[in-house]
């Protein structure tokens, strides 16, 4: 299991609002019109990414007492491996897209279950060979009941493509 | 807020302007909320240096999670059953954009009323930064 829980709780979505700039009553106010159009405050549409938050595998969340890649004394506290290819840690985000059963909303506490889709290759002029992988991830509820899939896209160049260009 | 299916004509679009001068800050923020840290995204000196890249970038996932603004502002959060982008250029701090919503289809399925749309969102140089699709659920009007 990918994310064991994910708890749906009301500032975590308005703190995701403010973040995507998006005023929405909807995601903040239980009293405005939009909020009870939908019934009760419910999240932005690409809130499950926050399910991060809850992930203990989570790549980009720095740990106590780890080393982090990102800078501090020096440019990076943990250069990047041979395999990591043009220095991206992780590769870059391609696409992303959602299937909605139903709005994620407060009180929710979701699980999440991943599964790999394709892996391919493309060359291109600028980042050498473009190594792409999906990877579907569906968030289910306390019930076992889907509530969203979520499907992503990355790549990672071979080579850095902001190199010569 | 459901929108009839009555009010809306093929081909007709909304525009927003998410960000008129993305901030550095904004892009942190989005970093906090969602658990992305990845340092491209806040650390200058990392990025500069070890990644190779002019400056800091925002992630693709507030641009397409701004995006998502003229969808929902015009047919409600609550009603959204798909939002699919593809993340075609990278958005920096100082970018304007600005997102245009277009109904491309209107259709029933399964005694639901439902809206296709095409979604993109440019920068200051007119550069789509994010394209994409959207189904939304409208009222049986």
Not at chain 1, 36 to 59: K, L, S, W, Y
Not at chain 1, 73 to 94: I, M, Y
Not at chain 1, 118 to 141: A, C, P
């Given at each position: 299991?990918?994310?064991?829980?994910?708890?749906v709780?009301?500032?975590?979505?308005?703190?995701?609002?403010?973040?995507?700039?998006?005023?929405?009553?909807?995601?903040?106010?239980?009293?405005?019109?939009?909020?009870?159009a939908a019934?009760?405050i419910?999240?932005?549409?690409?809130?499950?990414?926050a399910?991060?938050?809850?992930?203990?595998?989570?790549?980009?969340?720095?740990?106590?007492?780890?080393?982090?890649?990102g800078?501090?004394?020096?440019?990076?506290?943990?250069?990047?491996?041979?395999?990591?290819?043009?220095?991206?840690?992780?590769?870059?985000?391609?696409?992303q897209?959602?299937?909605?059963?139903?709005?994620?909303?407060?009180?929710?506490?979701?699980?999440?279950?991943?599964?790999?889709?394709?892996?391919?290759?493309?060359?291109?002029?600028?980042?050498?060979?473009?190594t792409?992988?999906?990877?579907?991830?569906?968030?289910?509820?306390?019930?076992d009941?889907?509530?969203?899939?979520?499907?992503?896209?990355?790549?990672?160049?071979?080579?850095?493509?902001?190199?010569?260009? | 807020?459901?929108v009839?299916?009555?009010?809306?004509?093929?081909?007709?679009?909304?525009?927003?302007?998410?960000?008129?001068?993305?901030?550095?800050?904004q892009?942190?923020?989005?970093?906090?909320?969602?658990?992305d840290?990845?340092?491209?995204h806040?650390?200058?000196?990392?990025?500069?240096?070890?990644?190779?890249?002019?400056?800091?970038?925002?992630?693709?996932?507030?641009?397409?999670?701004?995006?998502?603004?003229?969808?929902?502002?015009?047919?409600?959060?609550?009603?959204?059953?798909?939002?699919?982008?593809?993340?075609?250029?990278?958005?920096?701090p100082?970018?304007?954009?600005?997102?245009?919503?277009?109904?491309?289809?209107?259709?029933?399925?399964?005694c639901?009323?439902?809206?296709e749309?095409?979604?993109?969102?440019?920068?200051?140089?007119g550069?789509?930064?994010?394209?994409?699709?959207?189904?939304?659920?409208?009222?049986?009007?």
């Amino acid at each position: 299991m990918a994310l064991e829980a994910f708890p749906v709780e009301a500032t975590h979505i308005m703190m995701f609002a403010r973040a995507i700039g998006d005023p929405n009553p909807a995601y903040v106010d239980p009293t405005s019109d939009e909020a009870i159009a939908a019934g009760g405050i419910v999240a932005p549409p690409t809130f499950p990414m926050a399910g991060m938050q809850f992930e203990p595998a989570n790549p980009f969340l720095p740990k106590a007492g780890e080393p982090w890649f990102g800078s501090g004394r020096e440019a990076t506290g943990r250069p990047p491996k041979e395999s990591d290819g043009s220095g991206v840690q992780g590769g870059l985000h391609a696409e992303q897209s959602f299937t909605y059963v139903t709005p994620l909303r407060p009180g929710m506490v979701l699980h999440a279950v991943r599964r790999e889709g394709e892996t391919w290759t493309k060359e291109s002029r600028r980042g050498g060979t473009l190594t792409f992988s999906e990877m579907y991830t569906d968030y289910l509820d306390e019930n076992d009941e889907l509530v969203v899939t979520a499907r992503m896209l990355s790549v990672i160049p071979s080579v850095n493509p902001t190199e010569g260009s | 807020m459901t929108v009839a299916p009555s009010s809306l004509t093929i081909g007709e679009t909304r525009t927003k302007v998410l960000f008129d001068d993305l901030s550095r800050t904004q892009i942190v923020m989005y970093a906090g909320a969602s658990g992305d840290y990845n340092p491209l995204h806040s650390d200058e000196r990392y990025t500069k240096e070890v990644a190779g890249f002019p400056s800091i970038f925002a992630h693709g996932m507030l641009s397409m999670g701004a995006t998502g603004r003229v969808i929902t502002d015009w047919f409600g959060a609550q009603n959204v059953r798909s939002y699919g982008v593809r993340f075609v250029n990278q958005v920096w701090p100082g970018d304007k954009l600005e997102a245009t919503v277009t109904v491309t289809e209107l259709r029933e399925e399964e005694c639901q009323q439902l809206a296709e749309l095409s979604v993109t969102t440019v920068n200051q140089d007119g550069a789509p930064v994010v394209t994409g699709t959207a189904t939304v659920l409208l009222s049986n009007d």
